[in-house]
């Protein structure tokens, strides 16, 4: 009875490892050479997180947003992010029925699977707050009432690093809710010739086969949440996020939120390269996307020409890895 118990459970996770992996082959169709954002993006969906692609124009991060919703069978919605937008376009409002003489709920582009929150910078500061609470929260109130988002529920939100002409940056506590800041980066040259052979007759998005569904996610992300953890994985994953608030070169270090960020991440991660427990290297190739958009650098690393990932490899080369054997 037991080997049959261990057998099944054994085919169940093998199961949701495949439907993981079908993810990143299905999105793929569509994101050409970008096998690691692709990987990361994937990652952050099954650990229930958000994520900030900060990126020039037309290199893909609608894309990406669109694709990895039609493969895991989620409603998308997408807000374009101006001046104009209101806090009430992303959350709802109630709007007064003259036949019933009731107020009714009319939902915002928050109530949604996944909410791509194009340009996020270009609103203003009190439309990008309005998030805040259905990121952190997983609802939205409005006139006193909350309303519980679907799930699974995550933000993609992108934003443009060169134009900051009629832009609101955003501030530090939105920034906290994300778990990642990821950049795609231009494509090779033949990656590029690829992408527009590919898009000669037809939308390659047509070619993207649905894998899952949210209930089947939200066993996914179940499975998830067995990874093992080892105690010294958790001291690693402190010692490197308490060693920004104290590095010289910091105005503001990473919060505990970082460190959660962290653990929740290297779990999802550790699952998508196919194993139950995780080891310090996924902790590291984390590390710099999940606390760099975290920390505020002094004036003088500035003036010294001292980037925050220059600060957060020397952390990571500084910071003793635990390994297997080790009292």
Known sequence: MAEEMNHYASKTENAAIMMANRLVEEIEKVVIGKHNEVVLLVTALLSGTHVLIEDVPGVGKTTLASAIAKAAGLQFKRAQFTPDVMAS??????????????????????????????????????????????????????????????????????????????????????????????????????EEINIISDRRVEDPSAKIETVTNAHSLEKLRGEVRKVHID??????????????????????????????????????????????????????????????????????????????????DDILRRTEAPYLGKK
């Open 89 to 190: 376009d992303i959350t709802g409002f109630n709007m007064y029925n003259r036949k019933t003489e009731e107020f009714e709920f009319h939902e915002g582009l928050a109530m949604t699977n996944i909410m791509l929150a194009d340009e996020i910078n270009r609103a203003s500061p009190k439309t990008q707050s309005a998030l805040l609470e259905a990121m952190e929260e997983h609802k939205v109130t409005v006139d006193g009432v909350s309303y519980p988002m679907p799930e699974p529920f995550m933000v993609i939100a992108t934003q443009n690093p060169s134009g900051f002409v009629g832009t609101y940056p955003l501030p530090e506590a939105q920034l906290d809710r994300f778990a990642m800041k990821l950049s795609m980066g231009y494509p090779s040259a033949k």
């Open 231 to 312: 105690d010294a994985i958790y001291a690693y994953i402190v010692a490197l996020v308490s060693a920004t608030r104290t590095s010289e070169y910091l105005t503001l270090g990473s919060s505990p939120r970082g460190s959660l960020a962290l653990m929740k991440t290297a779990q999802a991660y550790a699952f998508m390269m196919r194993r139950e427990y995780v080891l310090p290297e996924d902790v590291a190739v984390l590390y710099k996307r999940v606390i760099g958009h975290r920390i505020t650098l002094r004036q003088e690393a500035k003036l010294n020409k001292i980037t925050a990932n220059d600060i957060l």
